[in-house]
């Protein structure tokens, strides 16, 4: 029993690793209907600054706030200067921006602070005797800092995209650009707002995410998380937030689970494993758990 | 008031472009000819180069190679694929298996090679009835995943995560080639050469065949391509397999060529990035395209590195990559094509009223 | 030739259509008329397996169409325009109408390409990509794509969409003559009702994905319910063109 | 690297060379290139990932070996020849090794290789066999390399798993003469599974068993796991980032085993050790080399003179691990170099590799009694280690034994 | 001074010019149609007018020069009815908010106006708009437009794949709030009989240049026109 709770949160936590990222994702796709493949990255980048801000002696909070602002600017600057002037005239050229982004800004980091592993102090406690027990397992209070902020990430994205005109805008935006701007929808606005945000979400996955990371903040450490976080996207229905989120818990505790209690997988089959499933369940719901369907009509 | 001109439909507009080429006049077939003579050239003149050189041509022949199965899917038949480290992995592998552990001609493995990744490419193939789109491209990035983890369990026969080794005995020149041990590089270069040329040949007619045609129509409209005839389950899965096979040859060269597999080295999903940044820069579904997007690839992070050091030539090589797609979003080949179609048009032969 | 029998589709709460029964006889022009959303299309997608119908059956010359898989349909000799194109877009206007022959056998299907596009007087713009041509002239190309198949039924989604007056007077002796010559029994779905009643030999009427009129074309205007629901009653004279 | 099945050697040709107890050049490429006396300038050429996440790592290790070759060199260099480091970047992957490999030969006419990653030296190894041009000391532990008479062009530096495995066998036997059973984190790279197999192959014969292995992909679910098993002992078989996150992630679990041991490669106190805090305390791990920042090691001559002279050089963290492996190396080639030196045809290639082939010394830097021994046949290296304990409320490690010879 | 004033109007494809000088204008409240055959160019400059593609020439918007983004364009006034679907994937009431995008205001009363004005809508409310019927697609974008309520809108084809009953209702509405908004109106349409009906000039396009231009009568009495787009 002990075991299998521990398995749980662990897979649980890592899951919200996921969901967080994974819905700095889906934003960036309801605003602007592209994935975003430097979104890892972007964090990875960001992170690093609130890293290097705590190592000037800034308080973690601080820290996590200007990693947050510098997201949203970068987000939007991206969007504004790289993105937009390449997917005017080609979609797929958008894909080699994004990872040219990606590869920039790793080596960015790497150039500004080394490739050395850092350690980023977590905003929660996380001491070894702060933890409560949930059958014998240990639950930390930086994992439930995470959980805590996913959800309240949750409902705020929902509102913003239920309830306010700039989600209204947003959605319309990725709908059809063009005809969103006939409509009187500023739409570069939207867009840079829109990358921005997502920026600034991928900022704080980052900054929370990298304490409990097995590799703490390396130059590596966002591309396992990024994978698994596009692969939760996906699987949650990319344009669907709780979704994500669900895609992201799920593919967390499957990862734990099956390598856990299926020998055969181990742990060599892990992520193999674990995507296998949800290219099955593909399989059944081809736009994923809660995605919407886009019904081509002629 | 006036007599206003009757209002037909509008004459077709001035001619569209400078020359209009007949396909298959004289011209047509002089100066394909010489396009053909100043592609031999340019390998021979690379054939003469130091062997490090050779060496690298090599890898972009075989780079094109894996490009142009890329191609297939992504470029021609719009399924976007970032799982083609795993053909190219599994065609490196089936060859290395080969000739290690049961002692094969290193050119005798091609055909089981291929016909091992046209079968992956079928069953990667399978999923594309019923998923599309970015979601497709989920299960290709699974497979690129599963790869290295599969090849590193199945250690008993591929050496596991420390990799495999082939040595260059195994790999020496053929005898009927009458080149020594030593000649390996000029020998694979020469036959990554050539069959970079059968791929391209076979690529092109494959293009312009009835089946290159369902491919793009898939492409442009499933709905409409499903109403005029094309079966597009059968249509992708069979692309999926042609273009894995395509991709699994080249692994299998790269096999011969470096000798030296590791299931972390050159399988993972950074493989299928790199291929996929070769085809878009290079010029998604154009004919020449993969060839160019290679010896960017390979190419564009060596000059890099040889820039400056560090991290430094990581930033130059991403401010690269994205100052090329402002300048050529098309990819280098697909800008080409458009500059040329600007000034040219080639005219089929049964055309009946050829524009001027 | 075609017969729809009861056939119904719903999608969520929404009966586009609701036990409709017709039949189209060979060589025959059906005109399907209907106020907008009234099924039209949907049962056009219905025909060409886009959609499964609910209930309802669907014979071709006998044949359940149900059972047959939709890319067979145009070898067994049903081609479609779309309402609103469905083209390949990167593709030329010709490669999009050999698209049309890859059901048929290779042979003699390039003449036969360069002769529909002469007929449909596209011949000038062969060679251009689809994508940024007027709209009137894409509808052509849809037309001659979908006739490259030597179709027994062709099911026409407004083809008079974006056409002026004379054009569409054009497009229906053209489409009069293309159906002596190759002759195809056609499905047409126009809002045009100088078109439909001009050119049809029968005329089916739908609302609410239920048949409200089946007859005649000259008695189209005499049916209440369809000048109720459809055609309105035109303040001048003037507008009885239309 | 156990369970590696490269097809390396079962050539009979191969064999034969290498029997006469020195090395052939007359199936080099350029037998002649091989033999001829290297003046004015030797060069050794890297192939490495300069750029990429180990950009850190192999700059260090290239700083330390600059350093050191910058000291030998104002003394006058080896016989007069000076010594010179050219790097190409093949960011970690063999691909651009093999490039770099034929450039450096060709193009830069380096007269000695090295290079960082068994995916690289894999793919150099045949080319440089072939061109007869010495790689030494190559940064990884695959044991087809140790064998001469199939690589007689290549040797490694690090010490083989097996080995090192075969000493923390001795030590736990010493501990727990009975046996007992262990819990084996496992890392899925080469490395890490190097580690695991040199484990399971020294326990054979033992009264120890394996209680349950869980791979390293997730520190979490792997602590769990183990500490289910119950067993006293846990074995990281791990890379550098794993060590941290192990210890960790016990610790997040609440489990303190009796005995941690941890893999030589992560030998970095203040980066590894010291921020999880207790969790880490008591864990063991063997070295082989002095700890410049220990104070344990604070009269030490060779440290000090390691500490005046390395950051005077150029290097700009004197006590990171592979800075100083990097300057260990440099001397054990400096080592080969003067010893080719005095060989009757002078400092050659050939020279250079008949010298790396009957080296046996001990670097300063090398823990006393530890010493860097190679055959003819046979490629050993480091042979013997030094348990070491982390103590966390010191912050360092002290030895916990004496040295432990595993040959 | 006029509503719309173009000058020289000159726009494209690619480096290519379809539009070769055009000179047009819009008075307040004015009613004005183009004609043009298939491919003449009306699409062209719909689409330049409404700032989806660049132009040259000068476009002035009561004397101010038209914005360069589309957006920029609405809040001068100006509203664009695409030709073929210009609608938003979303759901019909959420195409209509998006449409009021450029007003401060409540919109809640000018959505009910359309919803009567087009019962089809009504009945779709909450349906997404990319599984609509063509027809039904088509009048969501004309109320769309109308939602940001503009002094100027442009309709290119607004009756294309409509029933005969709703065209009419079209075009009253459209009469209709030309009348009692003063909105004025610029309508591409080859239902000439009924735009002729409503409108006050007529500019007649013939591959990228005005052939001719006047007031409606004048043209119902052109026997090439009543050939071409009248059919009498
Ligand atoms: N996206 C485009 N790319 C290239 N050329 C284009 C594009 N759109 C239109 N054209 C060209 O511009 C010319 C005018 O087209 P436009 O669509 O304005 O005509 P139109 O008068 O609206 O015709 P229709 O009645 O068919 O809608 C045509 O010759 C067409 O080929
Ligand atoms: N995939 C779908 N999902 C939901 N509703 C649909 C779908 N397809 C069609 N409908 C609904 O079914 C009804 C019939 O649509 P259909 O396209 O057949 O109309 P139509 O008769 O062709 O109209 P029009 O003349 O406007 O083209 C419409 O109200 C439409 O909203
Ligand atoms: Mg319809
Ligand atoms: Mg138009």
């Not at chain 2, 300048?327 to 032969?349: N, Q, S």
């Not at chain 4, 050794?44 to 290790?61: F, H, I, K, Q």
């Not at chain 5, 779709?124 to 697609?137: F, Y």
């Not at chain 5, 503009?150 to 309709?155: F, I, K």
Request: with cysteine; aromatic share 6%.
């Amino acid at each position: 029993m002990e075991l299998f709770v521990e398995r749980l949160l662990a897979g649980l936590t890592n899951g919200s690793v996921y969901a967080l990222l994974a819905l700095a994702l889906v934003v960036v796709y309801r605003a602007t209907g592209t994935l975003n493949f430097a979104q890892g990255e972007l964090a990875l980048f960001t992170t690093f600054v609130a890293w290097w801000l705590t190592t000037l002696d800034a308080p973690v909070w601080v820290a996590i706030v200007a990693a947050l602002i510098v997201g949203f600017v970068l987000g939007a600057a991206i969007e504004r200067l790289l993105i937009r002037p390449v997917q005017r005239k080609n979609d797929m050229a958008v894909l080699i921006v994004a990872l040219g982004l990606f590869t920039g800004l790793n080596s960015l980091a790497g150039l500004l602070w080394g490739s050395e592993t850092k350690i980023m102090p977590s905003p929660f406690p996380n001491g070894l005797d702060d933890y409560v027990s949930v059958f014998g397992a240990r639950l930390y209070g930086d994992a439930l800092g995470v959980w805590a902020a996913l959800i309240v990430l949750l409902g705020l994205m929902t509102l913003l995209f239920r309830r306010t005109r700039i989600g209204l805008h947003m959605r319309a935006v990725a709908a059809n650009p063009e005809s969103a701007a006939l409509a009187g929808v500023r739409t570069g606005r939207i867009l840079m707002v829109g990358w921005g945000l997502s920026g600034a979400i991928g900022a704080l996955a980052g900054v929370l995410v990298t304490p409990l990371a097995p590799e703490q903040l390396g130059l590596t450490t966002m591309f396992h998380i990024f994978i698994a976080a596009s692969a939760a996207a996906l699987f949650g229905g990319l344009d669907s937030l709780p979704g994500a989120v669900v895609g992201g818990l799920t593919i967390g505790v499957l990862e734990a689970l099956l390598s856990g209690y299926v020998s055969f997988i181990g742990g060599e089959l892990q992520q193999t494993s674990a995507l296998l499933i949800i290219v099955a369940i593909l399989f059944i719901r081809p736009n994923g758990l809660f995605g919407s369907k886009r019904t081509v009509r002629v | 008031m006036t007599v206003l001109a009757p209002a037909a439909r509008p004459q077709a507009a001035a001619p569209r472009t400078k020359y209009v080429i007949v396909e298959n006049s004289p011209v047509h077939h002089a100066i394909r000819a010489a396009c053909i003579a100043v592609a031999a050239l340019g390998v021979l003149w690379a054939s003469q180069l130091a062997p490090f050189r050779v060496g690298q041509f090599t890898t972009v022949f075989i780079m094109a190679i894996a490009i142009i199965g890329l191609n297939l899917v992504t470029g021609y038949t719009g399924l976007l694929s970032i799982g083609h480290s795993a053909f190219f992995g599994l065609g490196a592998y089936t060859t290395g298996v080969l000739i290690v552990k049961l002692e094969f001609a290193p050119l005798a493995t091609i055909p089981i090679a291929m016909a091992l990744t046209f079968v992956l490419g079928l069953l990667v193939g399978l999923p594309s009835l019923r998923i599309h789109g970015l979601y497709l491209a989920l299960v290709t990035l699974a497979v690129a995943v599963a790869f290295p983890e599969i090849v590193r369990k199945l250690e008993s026969l591929t050496g596991g995560a420390a990799g495999m080794v082939v040595r260059s005995r195994y790999l020496a020149p053929p005898e009927w080639t009458g080149l020594v041990r030593a000649q390996r590089g000029i020998w694979m270069f020469w036959l990554s050469a050539f069959v970079l040329v059968l791929v391209m040949i076979l690529s092109r007619s494959l293009i312009r065949s009835r089946f290159g045609l369902m491919m793009r129509t898939v492409r442009d409209h499933e709905i409409a391509a499903a109403a005029n005839g094309v079966g597009i389950a059968r249509t992708k899965i069979l692309v999926f397999g042609i273009s894995g096979a395509i991709t699994g040859l080249a692994g299998a060269l790269f096999t011969m060529y470096i000798g030296a597999l590791s299931p972390d080295g050159s399988f993972t999903l950074l493989k299928a990035i790199e291929l996929v940044t070769g085809l878009v820069l290079g010029g998604v579904a154009t004919q020449l395209g993969p060839l160019i997007g290679a010896l960017a690839v390979v190419f564009l992070p060596y000059y890099t590195a040889s820039f400056t050091t560090g991290p430094l030539s990581g930033v130059l090589f991403g401010a690269v990559l994205i100052a090329l797609c402002f300048l050529m979003p098309e990819g280098i080949a697909g800008r080409l094509g458009l500059l040329i179609r600007r000034v040219v048009t080639v005219v089929p032969k049964d055309h009946p009223a050829p524009p001027r | 030739m075609l017969d729809v029998t009861d056939v119904a589709i719903h999608f969520g709460g929404v009966r586009a259509l609701d036990g409709v029964t017709f039949g189209v006889e060979p060589g025959q022009i059906l005109g399907l008329i209907g106020p907008n959303g009234a099924g039209k299309t949907t049962l056009f997608n219905c025909i060409t397996r886009i959609y499964r119908p609910t209930a309802g059956t669907l014979r071709f010359d006998g044949e359940d169409l149900l059972t047959i898989a939709p890319h067979r349909l145009a070898k067994k000799g049903i081609t479609r325009t779309f309402q609103n194109l469905a083209l390949f877009s990167t593709l030329s206007v010709f490669e999009n109408t050999m698209a049309g022959g890859v059901s048929q056998k290779n042979r003699g299907l390039r003449s036969r390409a360069w002769e529909i596009l002469e007929r449909l007087d596209l011949v000038d713009v062969a060679l251009e990509p689809a994508a940024g041509l007027p709209f009137g002239t894409l509808k052509r190309v849809e037309l001659a794509r979908a006739l490259m198949a030597r179709p027994r039924l062709l099911l026409l989604d407004e083809p008079a969409g974006g056409l002026t007056h004379s054009e569409v007077d054009d497009l229906g002796r053209l489409l009069v003559s293309l159906r002596d010559d190759y002759g195809f029994a056609a499905l047409l779905v126009e809002h045009h009702m100088g078109l439909v009643l001009g050119i049809s030999d029968h005329v089916v009427a739908l609302d609410f994905g239920q048949k409200i009129y089946e007859g005649t074309p000259a008695g189209v205007r005499e049916d209440d319910a369809v000048v109720a629901a459809y055609l309105g009653r035109p303040k001048t004279g003037a507008r009885e063109a239309r | 690297a156990c369970g590696s099945n490269s097809s390396a050697g079962d050539d009979p040709a191969d064999a034969a060379s290498a029997q006469k107890g020195s090395i052939d050049v007359e199936n080099c490429a350029d037998p002649d290139a091989a033999t001829r006396k290297i003046t004015g300038t030797l060069k050794v050429g890297w192939s490495a990932a300069t750029s990429g996440p180990l950009a850190d790592a192999v700059g260090n290790v290239i700083e330390g070996m600059e350093a050191r070759f910058a000291v030998e060199n104002a003394a006058g260099g080896v016989g007069g020849v000076k010594l010179a480091v050219v790097v190409k970047d093949d960011a970690f992957n063999p691909e651009r090794a093999r490039t770099n490999v034929g450039e450096l030969i060709e193009k830069e006419k380096v007269d000695v290789l090295d290079t960082f990653g068994s995916g690289q030296l894999d793919a150099m190894s045949d080319a440089q066999n072939d061109a007869c041009v010495p790689l030494l000391f190559g940064q990884a532990s695959v044991p087809a390399y140790r064998d001469a008479t199939k690589f007689p062009w290549t040797t490694e530096y690090l010490p083989s798993a097996d080995v090192e495995m075969k000493a923390v066998v001795e030590g736990l036997k010493k501990k727990y003469p009975q046996g007992a059973k262990v819990a084996l984190a496992a890392n899925q790279t080469e490395s890490g599974q190097g580690y695991a197999n040199g484990f399971k192959n020294a326990i054979e014969g033992t009264n120890f068993t394996i209680a349950k292995e869980a791979p390293l992909t997730d520190p979490n679910t792997a602590a769990s796991a183990l500490k289910a098993s119950g067993a006293p002992i846990l074995v990281d078989a791990g890379v550098t980032t794993d060590c941290l996150a192990l210890t960790q992630a016990i610790g997040r679990v609440g489990w303190k085993p009796e005995t941690v041991i941890q893999p030589s490669n992560c030998a970095d106190g203040a980066t590894l050790y010291a921020p999880a805090g207790a969790a880490a305390d008591g864990q063991q791990i063997m070295r082989w080399l002095k700890d410049p920042a220990d104070a344990a090691f604070a009269d030490d001559p060779a440290v000090k003179d390691y500490l005046q002279k390395v950051a005077a050089n150029g290097a700009d963290s004197p006590t990171n691990t592979y800075t100083l492996n990097g300057w260990a190396i440099a001397d054990l080639m400096i080592d080969v170099f003067k010893s080719a030196a005095k060989a009757k045809d002078g400092l050659s290639r050939l020279s250079i590799m008949e010298a790396a082939r009957t080296q046996d010394y001990q670097p300063p830097m090398f823990i006393d009694g530890i010493k860097f021994t190679m055959t003819q046949e046979k490629s050993l290296g480091i042979q013997a280690f030094q348990p070491f304990t982390w103590h966390a409320d010191q912050k360092r490690f002290l030895a916990s034994g004496d040295v432990l010879n595993a040959a | 001074m006029s509503l719309l004033e173009v000058t020289g109007l000159r726009a494209g494809y690619g480096g290519r010019d379809v539009l070769h000088g055009l000179d047009m204008q819009v008075d307040a409240g004015q009613v004005v149609v183009v004609l043009g055959a298939n491919g003449a160019g009306k699409t062209t400059t719909m689409r330049a007018l409404a700032g989806l593609i660049s132009h040259r020439g000068d476009v002035t918007i009561d004397g101010a020069p038209l914005g360069r983004r589309p957006d920029e364009i609405v809040r001068q006034g100006v509203s664009l009815v695409p030709q073929g679907r210009g609608t938003l994937d979303i759901s019909v009431l959420d195409n209509l908010r998006v449409g009021a995008a450029v007003r401060k205001d409540s919109v809640d009363e000018d959505i009910e106006r359309w919803i009567t004005t087009f019962p089809a809508l009504g009945r779709r409310a909450n349906q997404r708009a990319g599984t609509l019927s063509g027809g039904e697609q088509q009048m969501l974008a004309v109320a769309r437009a109308l939602m940001s309520r503009p002094r100027l809108l442009l309709c290119d084809e607004p009756s294309l794949g409509l029933a005969p009953i709703v065209v009419q209702e079209l075009f009253a509405t459209l009469a209709d709030i030309n009348r009692t908004d003063g909105t004025a109106l610029l309508i591409v349409e080859q239902n000439a009989e009924l735009a002729m009906d409503i409108a006050d000039t007529v500019y007649l396009l013939e591959v990228g240049t005005i052939a001719a231009e006047g007031p409606v009568e004048r043209f119902r009495e052109d026997d090439t026109v009543r050939g071409a787009y009248l059919g009498y």
